[in-house]
């Protein structure tokens, strides 16, 4: 069994690390921040200081294929954070009455997921790993570089240098260090070839604000989660212990909407939204919390076919990361987990060349098309905003890419196809999977074709700017 080095004690850094660990690898973490973990949830919302996780406390959702990995790699961690307030959430039990899906079918369950506040999660993720024999985690140990040597042409990774010069060896380093992964600059450092490379801004923008119920019920859910809304996007998450979020997306270039940091302008135009206005009716236990600065990013150790960077694997936000709102972050991140376990598996004493191109091909078939298909929703819902923004009617998708939004027009209208967008939306089938079935694309355009125009769920741009800057609107 291998010796297996992790940077990075996040969720997905923890996952990772449960998952190799009860394979029979000896897995030390090492993480930057130096917080003990809190005895309780309340204690992690309240006091845990994690400036490492830009995200920590803005919203989160773990969509369904989360929950099924979950089930079958680490059911401890579900039935945990189940004992301590996680929300077991089915999303067929809000839909609308006209999608027809009120009797239940036998596999109904795979939609049901376990979600909850980002502090929740990763304090029960880190007390379960904290009691795992094979696993070793240390807090407050900051990484500033890589030990490698060259083989085959390539950077072999035998060790990682902490800030105070010490040296972990190791068989394997397990890059979870997250959205701004200093792996590039570390490679480069170390004067090897850095990995391919794709990075942008999202161009999104959030605001945040946090509720917690007075009555201990949730918010009825009356319409998508995340619900388009000309210029900007509304999305309302439930989480655990009788708390949600509500967050205000919007094109980062967009200026006056940047007004949107001031509670009293968020709330205005959260409640000029008749269909989420109710999701204000709780305690707010936070200020309105603004995330921008997003990127989208994308790394592969093999160029050319060829591994520059061997005995390292970067998983989750270190690999790939995108907008958030589409809650896939997690989920992508603990499919990797699986993924990394099955190819120690397949041959963890392979040459360090032959292990880095077999993890590539397992990555690049079972996580990239999720990143690929992410980033396609993104740059079309930008272009739409950007387009409403300056006034431009926005060009109608073509092909393919026209059937996601007719899925969501017709899914309320269609037990099928309501269940077919719930398999996107929840990462269990890709949208190429879902639409290449016999007779999906065809009845995804009858039904979207036959209904009326939807009402607008809010306000148009002069009422949005109205309420911006603080002029009654109507």
């Known amino acids: 069994m291998a010796a297996i080095v992790v940077l990075g004690g996040g969720v997905c850094g923890l996952a990772t690390s449960l ?20 005895d ?51 999303p067929l039990r809000s839909a609308p009455p006209t999608a027809g899906v009120q009797e239940r079918r036998p596999d109904d369950d795979r939609f049901t997921t376990v979600t909850a506040r980002r502090t929740t999660l990763e304090q029960v993720v880190a007390r379960v790993a904290a009691d795992e024999p094979r696993l070793q985690v240390q807090r407050g140990t900051a990484v500033d570089g890589l030990v490698t040597r060259r083989v085959d042409g390539a950077a072999l990774v035998t ?69 388009h809304v000309g210029t900007f996007s509304l999305l309302t998450l439930p989480a655990d212990r009788g708390t949600w979020s509500v967050t205000v997306v919007v094109d980062s270039h967009d200026r006056p909407l ?121 740059r079309a819902r930008l272009a739409e905003m950007r387009a409403l923004r300056e006034g431009r009617v926005p060009d109608p998708p073509q092909g393919r890419a026209a059937l996601g939004p007719a899925l969501g027009r017709a899914a309320a209208y269609d037990p099928e196809l309501f269940r077919a967008m719930l398999e996107i939306i929840g990462c269990l089938a890709l949208p190429a999977e879902v639409f290449s079935r016999p007779g999906l694309a065809e009845r995804v355009a009858r039904v979207a074709g036959e209904q009326p125009p939807a009402p607008a769920p809010g306000p148009d741009r002069e009422e949005l700017l109205r309420l911006v800057a603080g002029a009654p609107v109507g």
């Not at 009860?22 to 930057?32: A, I, K, M, P, Q």
Request: hydrophobic letters at 40%.
């Open 258 to 378: 940047k007004e949107l940091r001031h509670e009293d302008v968020w709330t205005a135009v959260v409640a000029a939204c008749p269909r989420h206005a109710h999701w204000l009716d709780g305690e707010p236990i936070t200020r309105v919390l603004p995330m921008s600065g997003v990127l989208d990013r994308y790394t592969r150790a093999v160029v050319d076919g060829v591994p520059v960077v061997t005995g390292l694997v970067a998983v989750a936000d270190s690999w790939a990361c995108t907008n958030p709102s589409l809650g896939r972050g997690i989920t992508m991140g603990l499919l990797q987990a699986a993924c990394l376990r099955d190819a120690l598996r397949d041959g963890a004493d392979d040459d360090p060349t032959a292990f880095a191109a077999r993890w590539d091909d397992r990555v690049e078939e079972a996580v990239t098309p999720w990143y690929r298909a992410t980033l396609a929703v993104d």
């Open 19 to 38: 998952v190799l660990a009860r394979d029979g690898h000896e897995v030390t973490v090492l993480e930057r921040d130096d917080a003990p973990v809190p």
């Open 40 to 90: 309780s949830t309340d204690d992690a919302w309240e006091d845990w200081r994690r400036p490492g996780v830009a995200q920590f406390h803005q919203a989160h959702y773990l969509q369904p294929r989360w929950a099924r990995l979950l089930d079958a790699e680490l059911p401890d961690v579900r039935d945990a954070l189940l004992a301590t307030g996680a929300l077991r959430f089915d």
């Open 159 to 227: 060790a990682v240098r902490t800030t105070g010069g010490r040296e972990v060896p190791a068989d394997l380093v397990v890059d979870a260090t997250g959205r701004r992964s200093p792996l590039p600059d570390w490679l480069h450092d170390a004067g090897d070839r850095p990995p391919y490379e794709e990075v942008t801004d999202s161009g999104f923008g959030y605001y945040t604000r946090f509720f917690r119920s007075r009555d201990g019920g949730l918010p009825q859910v009356r319409a998508s989660m995340q619900t």
